[in-house]
Each structure stands twice: as structure tokens, then as C-alpha cells.
């Protein structure tokens, strides 16, 4: 059972654009989210997360949105650039003592376009 | 350099001979964990350990076994490899005993592990 899904595997955006990463989640006891990068050989770095009581979280170029009613957030970047293209996982989290679990989803490898 | 360092990172073994994968971190952290990466499933956790000596099962623990003698050392033990168990394998650690979610997982490069 999925219960963090990016229904989208691969996204390709021209350099400049906006690019805009989907997740939705099935756990309504998940009140903690983040987004992964993850290049070729290496491991998932941390990009930027939220927690449940917010619904918008900004980081620079980044910004990710929470929509708790409908289980669902996004990742946007703006404006692409070439070293945006990896792929990104969702990962959501459950506060809970001891285990520091994140649930994620499948990943989403982006393009940019030069 | 703060970092989690996995060995090896590419492993070609066969069936039933044992292995060990090492992790170690040296940020000081309390919580470390491993995770498999099988395409369509995303991460999977398979253990993790709050501290030393404390070490509990994740979501897919079958057929590994992990030990936590020393704060930066988690190593993980295949004892009996079998073909499902290719995949690809991170370490992690974090802070821990947070609950605010502030606390961000760092991961390894990973261990690419082939059963024949």
C-alpha cells in the first residue's frame, strides 16, 4: 500500500520555466513533509519541507504547498535551472517517538531543458 | 566534512554468502537507519536505531540483521543473501529525539548490492 504516490515519473521543463512536482498522501496522521534530491551515485540531500500546521513553505528558488484537505503537496521551482535535473522523492513523516520513519513516495525524475 | 559513509558501494555476491555493509557517520547523531530503493516502491526503511544498543525493525526487515555497538557505527548484515535482496541500500542518521519534524534525515551515497 503507496501511501505517498507521485503519479508522475518523469517531467521535462524548459530552462527559465516554472517546474512544478506533485504528491499526494494517503496517511492523515502524517504531519510532517519534505522533498529529496537525489543526482546519479549519491544519496537523497534534503531540499525543503513543511509541517502540517502550514501551508506554504519558501526556501529561495523553492517553494512547497500543503493542501491537508485534499492530501496533497507540490514542489515549485522557479526558474529552473540545469542542475535542478535529478530526481525528487516526497517523503512524509509521522510524529512519533523514537523512529524518525519517512514514508516515500516513488520519485519524479525532472528534465531541464538548456 | 559532516557525512554518512557506506562500504562498499558496489557489490556483486551470490546466493547465501554472507556479507556486511558498513555505515558510519561522524555529526555525532543518534538515530540512523537503512533503507532499500527498489523501482515502483520508492525508499522502503528495513531498521533502525534510536541509540546505541536500542535497534528496532522497520518496514521490510526480513532477512537482515543490523547491530549498534558504537554511536557511529550501523552496520548491515546480510547473513543469508538471496536474489530479492538486490537493490540499492542507503544509510541515514539524524539528530533524533525531535518531534517537531525539524530534524532532517542524512543519507549515504548508498551500496548498489547485486545477488546472484
Known amino acids: 500500500d503507496q501511501q505517498v504516490k507521485q503519479n508522475s515519473p518523469s517531467l521535462s521543463v524548459q530552462e527559465g520555466r516554472i517546474s512544478i512536482l506533485n504528491c499526494d498522501y494517503t496517511?492523515?496522521?502524517?504531519?510532517?513533509f519534505l522533498w529529496y534530491k537525489k543526482y546519479p551515485a549519491e544519496g537523497p540531500t534534503f531540499l525543503i519541507s513543511?509541517?502540517?500546521?502550514?501551508d506554504k513553505n519558501e526556501d529561495g528558488r523553492f517553494t512547497v504547498f500543503l493542501n491537508k484537505s485534499a492530501k496533497h503537496l507540490s514542489l515549485h521551482i522557479v526558474p529552473s535551472q540545469p542542475g535542478d535535473s535529478a530526481v525528487y522523492f516526497c517523503?512524509?513523516?509521522?510524529?512519533?517517538?523514537?523512529?524518525?520513519?519517512?514514508?516515500f513516495g516513488t520519485g519524479t525524475r525532472l528534465t531541464i531543458i538548456p | 566534512e559532516a557525512q554518512v559513509t557506506q562500504n562498499p558501494r558496489y557489490l556483486i555476491t551470490v546466493t547465501g554468502k554472507k556479507l556486511t555493509v558498513t555505515c558510519s557517520q561522524n555529526?555525532?547523531?543518534?538515530?540512523m537507519s537503512w533503507y532499500r530503493q527498489d523501482p515502483g516502491l520508492g525508499l522502503r526503511q528495513i531498521y533502525y536505531?534510536?541509540?546505541?544498543?536500542?535497534?528496532d525493525k522497520g518496514d521490510v526487515p526480513e532477512g537482515y540483521k543490523v547491530s549498534r555497538k558504537e554511536k557511529r557505527n550501523f552496520p548491515l548484515i546480510l547473513e543469508s543473501p538471496s536474489p530479492n535482496q538486490t537493490s540499492l541500500y542507503f544509510c541515514?542518521?539524524?539528530?533524533?529525539?525531535?518531534?517537531?519534524?525539524?530534524?532532517?534525515?542524512?543519507f549515504g551515497a548508498g551500496s548498489r548490492l547485486t545477488v546472484l
Open positions: 496517511n492523515s496522521m502524517f504531519d510532517y
Open positions: 541515514a542518521s539524524s539528530l533524533g529525539q525531535d518531534h517537531s519534524g525539524a530534524n532532517v534525515l542524512t
Open positions: 513543511i509541517s502540517s500546521i502550514k
Open positions: 536505531s534510536m541509540n546505541v544498543e536500542v535497534t
Open positions: 555529526m555525532n547523531h543518534e538515530y
Open positions: 517523503a512524509a513523516r509521522r510524529s512519533n517517538f523514537g523512529n524518525e520513519k519517512l514514508t
